[in-house]
């Protein structure tokens, strides 16, 4: 999969995506394994759009324009550190380089400064911005089922 697959918080997978023999996947596993609250940003493309791994059921890869990082989560709550990437548009532009491709390299990421108060207050903000991102999931899907009639 590759960055297309990256759009509003949402990892899309669909049946038309390129499938790979398990051999290739397992070299791509042995490189970068993915897990359940890594954060994804796309890295080339249409860049800085993420999201987050919510499952441990995990049989896709991605290409290389995708960055994935992996929270120490003894320090960081995984979302508090999506939605504080989410709100670093600004930082993250400033990071880009390429006069053909636009590209976002990983390592200069490293750069971009975020605020970090302890667990119980990320988890507290965390937890409101969890349920304002489920109420708009309900509203997109309820708006994508209405049925307009002429």
Do not use: H, W
């Not at 899309?12 to 359940?36: A, M």
């Not at 960055?67 to 600004?90: A, H, M, Q």
């Not at 302890?118 to 509203?139: A, E, R, T, Y």
């Amino acid at each position: 999969m590759s960055c297309k697959n990256i759009k509003n918080g949402l990892i899309n997978i669909t049946s038309n995506e390129r499938i790979i023999n398990e051999e290739s996947f397992n070299k791509v596993q042995k490189r970068i394994r993915l897990e359940k609250n890594d954060v994804l940003i796309t890295t080339v493309g249409t860049i800085g759009e993420m999201a987050i791994i919510e499952t441990n059921d995990i049989n896709y890869c991605f290409q290389r324009s995708v960055g994935i990082i992996k929270p120490n989560i003894e320090i960081v709550n995984p979302y508090y550190l999506y939605y504080s990437l989410k709100n670093e548009t600004k930082q993250i532009s400033t990071l880009i380089k390429g006069a053909v491709q636009k590209c976002l390299f990983i390592n200069d990421m490293k750069m971009i400064e975020i605020d970090l108060p302890n667990m119980k207050i990320q988890n507290k903000i965390v937890k409101i911005l969890n349920n304002i991102d489920k109420k708009i999931k309900l509203n997109n899907k309820l708006n994508n089922n209405l049925c307009y009639v002429k």
